[in-house]
């Protein structure tokens, strides 16, 4: 069994959560890389794109006769082979992202948190409501609740518009759901607190019969 410390919003150790250990992967390595560089390819905007030949500006007269010149026959000056024509198998728009099998997204997911608690850098917090929607006192809790150095991720069970405003222009600092946490965010931030009431969420996840984290 993993135990997890449960702190107030001053920061002191008020209890311990007992994690199931048959929640936690010893392997999956392999599928924590896969399931970041898919996360990564879903992410891409694929909106690199070049013109063909029928897309770029110029006639389609034919720069010179067909015979008696000497010269190669030539059909219009949009042709890829001229300078300012078309290009050959350029970019096109298209969608880069794809899926893992759901049984392996969700061992890799097991993984990564298995990782992270592990190490030690899982924090369990009675409450991450700030008392008011503001920035400095929400970055005064995260500071006194916080593992270690380093970027943190917060877990909570609902994400409220007061949390919102609260969290978002503070750098380093992500605030998730937790039906809504991903691979890529337990293994781009070393630190992660929970609020109590969204482990509930994380171990649903977690099991057999949890939802995928893709």
Request: aromatic share 6%; net charge positive.
């Amino acid at each position: 069994m993993s135990t997890l410390p449960i702190h107030d919003r001053s920061g002191a150790k008020v209890s311990e959560y007992t994690l199931d250990e048959a929640l936690l992967a010893d392997k999956g390595d392999p599928l924590v890389h896969a399931e970041v560089v898919a996360h990564q390819a879903r992410a891409r905007g694929g909106n690199a794109s070049t013109k063909t030949r029928g897309e770029v500006a110029g006639s389609n007269r034919k720069p010179w006769r067909q015979k008696g010149t000497g010269r190669a026959r030539s059909g219009e000056r949009t042709s890829p082979i001229w300078r300012g024509g078309g290009i050959i198998f350029g970019p096109r728009p298209r969608d880069y992202g794809y899926k893992l099998p759901k049984q392996a997204a969700r061992l890799a997911f097991r993984k990564a948190f298995s990782d992270r608690v592990r190490e030690g850098a899982v924090r369990v917090v009675e409450s991450l409501a700030p008392d008011e929607p503001r920035t400095k006192v929400f970055a005064a809790l995260v500071e006194a609740v916080r593992p270690g150095p380093g970027p943190v991720l917060c877990v909570v069970a609902a994400f409220d518009d007061a949390l919102k405003r609260a969290s978002r222009n503070l750098p380093k600092v992500a605030v998730v759901p937790a039906a809504q946490v991903s691979t890529f965010d337990l293994v781009k931030y070393r630190n992660v607190v929970v609020a109590q009431d969204a482990l509930p969420i994380l171990e649903t996840r977690l099991g057999r019969r949890g939802r995928s984290p893709s």
